[in-house]
């Protein structure tokens, strides 16, 4: 199973009010795990950037001033990401944002229902904690230590971490399955261990003289000799 681990960062909070994308980060989990695949882009947003929005990611003007425009990492974008359900911290914000992107550059939109918002997940496990990235990173014990200020393929990492946490933790099969061997994980079969010799069970002539002296030193036996 293939998923995709995706997050932005943004010129500001409301992609309808002329806010951009700058940066788009995704990571590739196959069967939960991180296959080491990732995606990221920094993106011209055609626009200054707020101090406020600045403050958040540390990203410049003069900085994006020298990056492409997101039509032109939008093919290579969707190409990643392909038909991938979508991990995504309040997806709502971040397919919002993508979509309107998405929109400007002629191509069509990535449906919401392929995304798995683990705000949400947080919530329901979680009631009445808080479910912001760091607080779920603190709870899971997942070293966000370098997230001095946001980047969007690094909260991607430390987010695809903590979806695992939310989803049953690094051991989701609980560890009950019997370890493969390493004759099995190559294809080969390991020979069968040499059988032994089958024991005899029928008693010898000393032991029924044993047993037959035992029954009659006891009183009252419930069976015979």
């Given amino acids: ?111 919401p229902a392929r995304a798995i918002d683990t705000v949400l997940l947080a919530r329901r496990k979680f009631p009445g904690a808080p479910a912001s990235l760091d607080a779920l990173c603190r709870r899971f014990g997942v070293d966000n230590s370098g997230r001095a200020v946001h980047g969007a393929l690094l909260d991607a990492s430390l987010l695809a971490e903590v979806y695992l946490e939310l989803t049953g933790g690094r051991q989701a099969g609980l560890g009950l399955a019997p370890a493969e061997s390493a004759a099995n994980r190559a294809g080969a079969s390991a020979p069968m261990a040499a059988r032994r010799a089958p024991r005899p069970h029928e008693p010898s002539a000393d032991e029924l003289a044993a047993h037959a002296a035992l029954i009659a030193r006891l009183k009252n036996p419930v069976w015979g000799s």
């Fill in 1 to 111: 199973m293939r998923e995709i681990v995706l997050d932005t960062e943004t010129t500001g909070l409301d992609p309808a009010s002329g806010h951009r994308i700058v940066e788009i980060g995704c990571v590739e989990l196959l069967h939960r795990i991180p296959s080491g695949i990732t995606f990221q882009r920094y993106v011209n947003p055609e626009r200054e950037m707020p101090p406020e929005a600045r403050a958040v990611h540390g990203l410049t003007d003069a900085f994006l001033g020298g990056q492409p425009l997101f039509a032109d990492v939008a093919v290579d974008f969707l190409e990643f990401i392909g038909d991938a359900p979508l991990v995504i911290h309040n997806a709502e914000f971040d397919l919002g944002f993508v979509n309107a992107e998405l929109a400007r550059a002629g191509l069509g939109a990535v449906a």
